[in-house]
C-alpha cells in the first residue's frame, strides 16, 4: 500500500481518512472487578475513559471512523508463547475469556451501530485479523491510537501500522499502561521511529473541535 508524504498535521489527520482505534478497553483490562486488577494496579486504565469516550464523539461528528479491536482467546488459542507468558507471569485467571463479562468492552466507550469491532488474538490487532484490509476498503490513511496498554497491545498494533504504510498519531493522554514509566517510554519509542505522538486536545484542536 503506498501513501504520498503529508506535509502537515491538517493533511495527516484529515477526518475522512483517519480511523480512531482503540484498544482492549474492556473490562478484564479496566474495571477494579477485572482480571487485571488482581495483579496489577488498573486505575490509569479507567481514568482515560471519560475523556476517551468524549473525543470519540467529537471524533464521529468529525467524520473519524472509530475501530474498536478488542481481544479473546478461546479454549482453541490455549498453547504457545502467549500462554507460556501468561505462565511465567502466573496469572491465575484467564484474561477476556469468551462470553465473559470481562472480555466486554466497558459500558462507557460500548460502540456504536456504525463503529467497527475487530477481535484479536495477540498483542498486535493486525496478526491473523481482517483490520488491514477494512481499513483499506475505509480509505483509511492515518491511525489515531488510543486504549490499553500502551507499551503492549497498542504500542504492538501503531508499530504494525506503521509497516503497512499508516501514518500513526499516538494519543499521549488517551492511552494508559500499568506503569508511568513504561508508558513514557514506548510513547518516547514512537515518537523517535513509528509516528507522531499528541495530546487529545491537540489532535481535537487540527479538526478545529473541543472538549
Not at 480512531?20 to 473490562?27: A, K, P, R, Y
Not at 482453541?76 to 508463547?81: K, S
Not at 488491514?132 to 491510537?145: H, V, Y
Request: contains cysteine; hydrophobic residues 40%; aromatic residues 10%.
Amino acid at each position: 500500500m503506498s501513501r504520498k508524504f503529508f506535509s502537515s498535521l491538517q493533511e495527516k489527520l484529515r477526518p475522512e481518512h483517519t480511523a480512531v482505534v482503540v484498544v482492549d478497553m474492556q473490562n478484564d483490562f479496566c474495571s477494579p472487578e477485572g482480571a487485571m486488577a488482581k495483579v496489577r494496579d488498573v486505575a490509569a486504565a479507567g481514568a482515560i475513559v471519560p475523556n476517551l469516550r468524549q473525543f470519540l464523539t467529537q471524533a464521529r461528528t468529525a467524520g473519524a471512523k472509530p475501530i474498536f479491536v478488542y481481544m479473546c482467546r478461546g479454549p482453541e488459542d490455549a498453547y504457545g508463547p502467549y500462554e507460556e507468558m501468561l505462565h511465567r507471569r502466573k496469572r491465575k485467571s484467564r484474561l477476556c475469556a469468551p462470553d465473559t463479562w470481562g472480555v466486554k468492552i466497558v459500558d462507557e466507550l460500548t460502540p456504536q451501530e456504525d463503529d467497527e469491532i475487530i477481535r484479536k488474538r495477540a498483542y498486535s490487532a493486525f496478526v491473523r485479523t481482517d483490520l488491514n484490509r477494512k481499513l483499506q476498503e475505509l480509505g483509511i490513511k492515518t491511525l489515531i491510537m488510543t486504549g490499553v496498554a500502551t507499551n503492549v497491545c497498542v504500542e504492538s498494533t501503531a508499530r504494525d501500522g506503521f509497516m503497512l504504510d499508516y501514518y500513526v498519531v499516538f494519543a499521549r493522554d488517551l492511552t494508559a499502561a500499568y506503569d508511568q514509566g513504561q508508558h513514557e517510554s514506548a510513547l518516547k519509542n514512537i515518537k523517535e521511529h513509528f509516528g507522531d505522538v499528541l495530546t487529545a486536545e491537540e489532535i481535537l484542536g487540527v479538526w478545529g473541535r473541543g472538549y
